[in-house]
């Protein structure tokens, strides 16, 4: 018999599966769900079921212990030997947990170290800033911290502090920078509370230059008053490396007012030099050769101030006086010196070295001694700031 749709009734509500693998994989690929799909899809995992102790144990590890690192953190508590966790007793000493404790107990005191020392470091790191940038306003609540804090440069920490030799060089050259963009007055007060809070006023800029001479440079009578008055162990004599002194800056700028007060304390603009009187006295035009020991005094005397370029009262330096001489070892002694020889200086005849160089007779001497000087010539960056002074009328000035 056969239904509406001409198929025989009997195939309609047949419910029997194909039998074969074909007929099976048409089946599946007439399906609604894509071939593939249906044919890789696998059964669910049925999950054991285990005791209830061990679930709530697995699941106190999973939440607190759920990233690798805990894991092994966990692994490596539990491999942890019993003496580590027991109690301290007259018999049993625990191993890790002492060790740990000592860690700990280092840690805690370097950081505590560490942070005491931090606030003094940047303390004077702010004075250095303040000085560099001559930023007064900065420098002054700089000095009210360190009043507040009870400290002093010249003692522990700041006198132990790298920045505290900056400060003493910076300081130096504050009133000849100071005067120049803010208050002379206001920089001398704050100089000088520096210097009753343990600042070294005899700290040198990088030309030799002391506190002194830039306060005479610049005419800051406050300030010079107070040094000379109030410092006893100030080094008012201190030479920088042209040769000049403190009175000397003082006559170079016509600072009439400081006169008196250098001549008070006995400070001459034009000082003897004793390296070139123990030069000329131990001269023999005959027979002349340095020895050792001669050369360690000169040594000695350079140590001791800037001697090589002081010019005797006719405006002539050591080299001035070894040329003369056609001495050949004494000015390459002079021109390996750290502090080497000015060759741009005149003497009060308005000649230099070179023009002396020029009279020497021994040819193999002139040569020599030419290029030894010349060998000076080449230190540039030192030169050119050596050259920017020149001998003119028995006072250095600048060109």
């Not at 522990?156 to 100071?178: D, F, G, Q």
């Not at 343990?198 to 009578?221: F, I, Q, R, V, W």
Request: with cysteine; hydrophobic share 35%.
């Amino acid at each position: 018999m056969r239904g509406s749709s001409g198929i025989p009734k009997s195939n309609i509500n047949s419910t029997s599966a194909p039998t074969t693998t074909a007929d099976t994989n048409a089946e599946l690929k007439n399906s609604t769900e894509p071939y593939k799909r249906q044919k890789t899809r696998k059964p669910p995992l049925v999950k054991e079921r285990q005791p209830a102790y061990l679930q709530n144990k697995e699941a106190k590890t999973s939440t607190v212990f759920g990233s690798k690192e805990m894991q092994q953190a966990l692994s490596f508590k539990e491999s942890v030997s019993p003496l580590s966790t027991q109690t301290v007793n007259q018999h049993t000493v625990p191993v890790l947990s002492s060790t740990g404790k000592n860690f700990e107990e280092k840690i805690a005191k370097s950081s505590i170290s560490r942070n005491v020392n931090d606030f003094p470091n940047s303390l004077a790191l702010r004075v250095q800033s303040a000085l560099a940038a001559h930023d007064l306003d900065q420098l002054n609540n700089a000095l009210d911290t360190i009043e507040k804090k009870s400290l002093r440069f010249d003692q522990p920490p700041l006198s132990e502090l790298r920045a505290s030799k900056e400060i003493r060089v910076k300081a130096a050259a504050m009133p000849s920078a100071v005067s120049t963009y803010y208050s002379a007055d206001k920089a001398d007060t704050l100089l000088i509370r520096m210097i009753r809070l343990g600042l070294n006023p005899n700290g040198e800029d990088e030309y030799g230059n002391t506190m002194l001479m830039h306060a005479c440079k610049s005419g800051n009578l406050t300030l010079t008053t107070f040094l000379l008055t109030e410092c006893p162990n100030l080094n008012k004599d201190r030479l920088n490396i042209f040769g000049q002194t403190a009175a000397t800056m003082a006559y170079n700028y016509n600072n009439v007012q400081l006169y008196p007060l250098l001549e008070q304390a006995d400070i001459s603009p034009r000082p003897d030099n004793p390296a070139i009187r123990f030069y000329l006295s131990s001269f023999d035009i005959a027979d002349y050769g340095s020895s050792d020991s001669e050369t360690d005094e000169y040594v000695d005397l350079f140590k001791d101030n800037n001697y090589m370029n002081l010019a005797d009262e006719n405006g002539q330096t050591l080299l001035f006086h070894a040329v003369i001489h056609a001495d050949v070892d004494f000015v390459s002694f002079l021109c390996e010196q750290k502090n080497f020889p000015n060759v741009s200086l005149r003497d009060k005849k308005q000649k230099t070295v070179f023009d002396y160089i020029d009279q020497i007779k021994d040819p193999r001497k002139k040569k020599e001694i030419r290029q030894c000087i010349y060998r000076v010539s080449l230190k540039a960056d030192s030169l050119q700031k050596l050259t920017k002074f020149t001998y003119s009328g028995g006072v250095l000035e600048k060109d």
